[in-house]
């Protein structure tokens, strides 16, 4: 499980690092918000096909190879792309790189934990999602106070340094998947991805995520460093220390609540403090950081339901990759449509509809999680 955080851990302080320093990037370049996000739309939408692709492979060859063979040149080479970028179209291609990156460390990331932790998989999945906040929130702090005292590109050179140094525990998972994976029943990758045959539980689980995703995806990928550098005036280090401090308490939170019943009680705190968070957010003026930490709280409470769902689907499944990436077929549509869109709606009728729109998809998610969580029937 080690190996598996330092992976991650280093695979998120260049992911973190990259959220923050492209759009703001293309903004200095005096690229629009709707174009902008036209470019980070593109991810999501390649990461729902090439994921699924992964996933099906895994389930047949192991999950071992994934971190060594494409999560880690995926990730230098996207960053090397990006720090030689010099028009819109090269961006592009960076971010379909940064998608075959991220395809294949989810496509295999909860299948290894499920395959190395001794613990609880919804509490083993937490905590790398938790170990995720983290170093996103050194990633993005990281790149702001390079950004702000030595330019963009010095930032992405770092980035190009840490994606260097993750083939090291990238190669060290190979050998322990060696002793500990028992790799499942061959089957046809075509027959893998036949979705039939899932019960009523497992669909649940991915319109449940989706508005997880809805929620929360297109304010990070998009929505709060345009506004914070547009609307409210803050300096590349100040939204870097903004998202370091939201990737923190979302780290915190997530951890110290491991133990709390995912209960009523929790649903009902977690989504008064996101719709509370984002209802005022778009004229929150001096009150924006306390309202935009108070949205991580929301987040990380939330991190405990999201990965309980994905645990419970997967139960007893033979094919955990591949159900997986099924699960996230409409989160990721989701990712694109709503990062795509949010672009074009604040910039005709500004913020204030997508945050409130935030705030209400969180609280969705939430009452349908607890719904599921409480189902007896699984797969």
């Given at each position: 499980?080690?190996?598996?955080?330092?992976?991650?851990?280093?695979?998120?302080?260049?992911?973190?690092?990259?959220?923050?320093?492209?759009?703001?990037?293309?903004?200095?370049?005096?690229?629009?918000?709707?174009?902008?996000?036209?470019?980070?739309?593109?991810?999501?939408?390649?990461?729902?096909?090439?994921?699924?692709?992964?996933?099906?492979?895994?389930?047949?060859?192991?999950?071992?190879?994934?971190?060594?063979?494409?999560?880690?040149p995926g990730t230098f080479f996207s960053t090397v792309i990006y720090f030689l970028a010099n028009s819109t179209f090269a961006f592009l291609m960076g971010k379909i790189v940064e998608a075959?990156?991220?395809?294949?460390?989810?496509?295999?990331?909860?299948?290894?934990?499920?395959?190395?932790?001794?613990?609880?998989?919804?509490?083993?999945?937490?905590?790398?999602?938790?170990?995720?906040?983290?170093?996103?929130?050194?990633?993005?702090?990281?790149?702001?106070?390079?950004?702000?005292?030595?330019?963009?590109?010095?930032?992405?050179?770092?980035?190009?340094?840490?994606?260097s140094i993750m083939g090291i525990p990238a190669a060290l998972l190979w050998r322990t998947e060696e002793s500990a994976h028992v790799k499942p029943k061959i089957l046809s990758a075509i027959?893998?991805?036949?979705?039939?045959?899932?019960?009523?539980?497992?669909?649940?689980?991915?319109?449940?995520?989706?508005?997880?995703?809805?929620?929360?995806?297109?304010?990070?990928?998009?929505?709060?460093?345009?506004?914070?550098?547009?609307?409210?005036?803050?300096?590349?280090?100040?939204?870097?220390?903004?998202?370091?401090?939201?990737?923190?308490?979302?780290?915190?939170?997530?951890?110290?609540?491991?133990?709390?019943?995912?209960?009523?009680?929790?649903?009902?705190?977690?989504?008064?403090?996101?719709?509370?968070?984002?209802?005022?957010?778009?004229?929150?003026?001096?009150?924006?950081?306390?309202?935009?930490?108070?949205?991580?709280?929301?987040?990380?409470?939330?991190?405990g339901f999201f990965e309980s769902i994905i645990a419970k689907a997967t139960e007893n499944r033979e094919t955990v990759s591949v159900d997986i990436g099924l699960l996230h077929i409409p989160?990721?549509?989701?990712?694109?449509?709503?990062?795509?869109?949010?672009?074009?709606?604040?910039?005709?009728?500004?913020?204030?509809?997508?945050?409130?729109?935030?705030?209400?998809?969180?609280?969705?998610?939430?009452?349908?999680?607890?719904?599921?969580?409480?189902?007896?029937?699984?797969?």
């Amino acid at each position: 499980m080690k190996r598996v955080a330092a992976v991650t851990f280093l695979n998120y302080f260049v992911t973190g690092g990259l959220a923050l320093t492209i759009p703001l990037l293309l903004l200095e370049r005096n690229v629009d918000l709707a174009e902008i996000g036209l470019v980070l739309s593109v991810l999501p939408l390649v990461f729902l096909f090439v994921r699924l692709f992964f996933a099906a492979l895994a389930d047949n060859l192991g999950w071992a190879p994934f971190f060594i063979l494409l999560n880690w040149p995926g990730t230098f080479f996207s960053t090397v792309i990006y720090f030689l970028a010099n028009s819109t179209f090269a961006f592009l291609m960076g971010k379909i790189v940064e998608a075959v990156k991220e395809s294949s460390y989810w496509a295999v990331n909860r299948t290894a934990i499920f395959s190395l932790s001794s613990e609880q998989k919804g509490k083993a999945t937490t905590r790398i999602s938790a170990v995720i906040s983290l170093s996103f929130a050194i990633g993005s702090a990281v790149s702001g106070l390079v950004i702000t005292f030595m330019g963009f590109s010095f930032a992405l050179g770092i980035l190009i340094l840490a994606s260097s140094i993750m083939g090291i525990p990238a190669a060290l998972l190979w050998r322990t998947e060696e002793s500990a994976h028992v790799k499942p029943k061959i089957l046809s990758a075509i027959a893998l991805l036949d979705p039939r045959g899932r019960s009523r539980t497992f669909w649940l689980v991915s319109f449940a995520m989706l508005f997880y995703s809805l929620a929360l995806y297109p304010l990070g990928a998009l929505l709060l460093p345009v506004f914070m550098a547009q609307q409210l005036g803050y300096s590349y280090i100040l939204i870097g220390i903004a998202f370091m401090l939201y990737n923190l308490i979302s780290f915190s939170v997530a951890i110290c609540t491991l133990r709390i019943p995912l209960g009523v009680g929790r649903v009902s705190i977690q989504s008064l403090i996101a719709l509370f968070a984002t209802v005022p957010l778009a004229n929150s003026s001096v009150y924006f950081p306390a309202l935009f930490l108070l949205l991580a709280v929301a987040n990380g409470l939330g991190l405990g339901f999201f990965e309980s769902i994905i645990a419970k689907a997967t139960e007893n499944r033979e094919t955990v990759s591949v159900d997986i990436g099924l699960l996230h077929i409409p989160v990721r549509l989701a990712e694109f449509s709503s990062v795509l869109g949010a672009g074009f709606v604040a910039q005709s009728l500004g913020y204030f509809p997508v945050f409130v729109a935030s705030g209400s998809f969180f609280a969705a998610f939430s009452v349908l999680s607890l719904y599921v969580l409480r189902r007896k029937k699984v797969i």
